[in-house]
């Protein structure tokens, strides 16, 4: 049984930085195509902010507005993705979710098998 336990959230400051942790258990990262992190903000739909893909390679894919601040990343051996967050905005208040996928458009929520339980993010003005 696969599960995904993500951690890492917490209530800082705008301009700070979080690293966000997704620990996979019950099979190995690789033997996923890609693992992305969504978020979902109060009255919102959720939606996607970055994927690691390693099919033939690692690829990288992030929202436009995520870009140049966010960072996702794997350590294989810890069987663990991360999500370094830099230069908060209260903008990306939200719970974040990690996600794993066997196939189809990193970006598309329902494509994923399986997700985490979330963990909240809040960044003060």
């Known amino acids: 049984q696969v599960q995904l336990v993500e951690s890492g959230g917490g209530l800082v400051q705008a301009g700070d930085s979080l690293r966000l942790s997704c620990a996979a258990s019950g099979r190995p990262l690789g033997s996923f195509s890609t693992m992305g992190w969504f978020r979902q903000a109060p009255g919102k739909e959720r939606e996607f902010v970055a994927a690691i893909s390693w099919s033939g390679g690692s690829t990288y894919y992030y929202e436009e507005s995520v870009k140049g601040r966010f960072t996702i990343s794997r350590d294989n051996a810890k069987n663990t993705v991360y999500l370094q967050m830099n230069s908060l905005k209260p903008e990306d208040t939200a719970v974040y979710y990690c996600?794993?996928?066997?196939?189809?458009?990193?970006?598309?929520?329902?494509?994923?098998?399986?997700w985490g339980q979330g963990t909240q993010v809040t960044v003060s003005s």
């Open positions: 996600a794993a996928q066997y196939s189809g458009r990193y970006s598309y929520a329902p494509s994923y098998a399986y």
